[in-house]
């Protein structure tokens, strides 16, 4: 069975650091793309970034770039977002989803995992 | 702001059809066939309904289908249920300075 397992919820103070992670399984995982989504409380989907794991070819959203760092490591099939200082305005649900190459959608998803950051 | 525009809400009785647009420009959405939709229920992560435009993946009801024209896209569900009650999202690949673009988000109401 194809599935991402997302590490579990996180609370953290504002000017924490944090990585998260979303382990693959069942599938080539160098081969996929991985996307990251942010849900914030009660709203939408935003799309933050992708990483290739094959090589590491990572692209940003201009409205994430330089906010957070997406990561992989293929010999563990694990991709990662990381902050440095986090913000209480990072509260949200994070989500990663593989997305196939040169395909722009994505297939399956990672259950999410929340992060809280409050004084 | 959303780069895709969806409408906040839509509703429809057990067995209507109900129709779900998202409109973008000639630089996401009308430029390309990379349309996908997403299903997402409460506290749950999003689920791929429709991809490439009108693809269905294997498990999805051929109730679900996809279409567009020119630069706004549509999902629509026949033979509504209580279980499509959930939020829609359009996603499209685009040539501007990020790679995916979201829609804002439907909630979809079954009366």
């Known amino acids: 069975e194809v599935q991402l397992v997302q590490s579990g919820a996180e609370v953290k103070k504002p000017g924490e650091s944090l990585k998260i992670s979303c382990q693959g399984s069942g599938y080539s995982f160098a081969n996929y793309w991985i996307a990251w989504v942010r849900q914030m409380p009660g709203k939408g989907l935003e799309w933050m970034g992708i990483i290739y794991p094959g090589d590491s070819d990572t692209r940003y959203s201009p409205s994430f770039r330089g906010q957070v760092t997406i990561s992989a490591d293929k010999s563990i099939s694990t991709a990662y977002l990381q902050w440095s200082s986090l913000k209480a305005s990072d509260t949200a649900m994070y989500y990663c989803a593989r997305q196939v190459p040169a395909r722009y959608y994505m297939d399956v998803w990672g259950k999410g995992t929340t992060v809280t950051v409050s004084s | 702001q959303s780069a895709l525009t969806q409408p906040a809400s839509v509703s429809g009785s057990p067995g209507q059809s109900i129709t779900i647009s998202c409109a973008g420009s000639?630089?996401?959405?009308?430029?390309?066939?990379?349309v996908s939709w997403y299903q997402q229920h409460p506290g749950k992560a999003p689920k791929l309904m429709i991809s490439?435009?009108?693809n269905r993946p294997s498990g999805v009801s051929n109730r679900f289908s996809g279409s567009k024209s020119g630069n706004t896209a549509s999902l629509t569900i026949s033979g509504l249920q209580a279980e499509d009650e959930a939020d829609y999202y359009c996603s499209s690949y685009t040539s501007g300075n990020t790679l995916e673009v979201f829609g804002g988000g439907t909630k979809l109401t079954v009366l």
């Open positions: 490439d435009v009108s």
């Open positions: 000639s630089s996401d959405v009308g430029g390309y066939n990379y």
